[in-house]
């Protein structure tokens, strides 16, 4: 079965940064996208980033200029670096892997920034 691991999170200061990593493992389908969503506590699930395998990046207009994401082909791992952290990225991250079979979603890691 497929998994999708988070890690990287934690608690850092305004201005600070941090590297989230989406690590998945078991029997994976051809990989067409992968990306990060996060959700604060009241808020609804909101999309921040998406990498095709053809490493197209997108991002949410919050987070341009601040957030890259990238992946690591051979290791089937996703990241997201994130900059200039601000208050309102706090949030839950979540990866989701988008194959030619199924769609896969991590369980998350907490991201809080303080002022």
């Known amino acids: 079965q497929v998994q999708l691991v988070e890690s990287g999170g934690g608690l850092v200061q305004a201005g600070g940064s941090l590297r989230l990593s989406c690590a998945a493992s078991?029997?994976?389908?051809?990989?067409?996208?992968m990306a990060w969503y996060r959700q604060a506590p009241g808020n609804q699930r909101e999309w921040v980033a998406v990498i095709t395998t053809g490493g197209t990046t997108t991002y949410a207009d919050s987070v341009k200029g601040r957030f890259t994401i990238s992946m690591d082909n051979a290791k089937d791992t996703l990241y997201l670096q994130m900059n200039s952290l601000k208050p309102e990225d706090t949030a839950v991250y979540c990866c989701?892997?988008?194959?030619?079979?199924?769609?896969?979603w991590g369980q998350g890691t907490q991201v809080t920034v303080s002022s």
């Open positions: 078991g029997s994976i389908p051809h990989i067409l996208s």
């Open positions: 989701r892997v988008v194959t030619t079979i199924k769609t896969y």
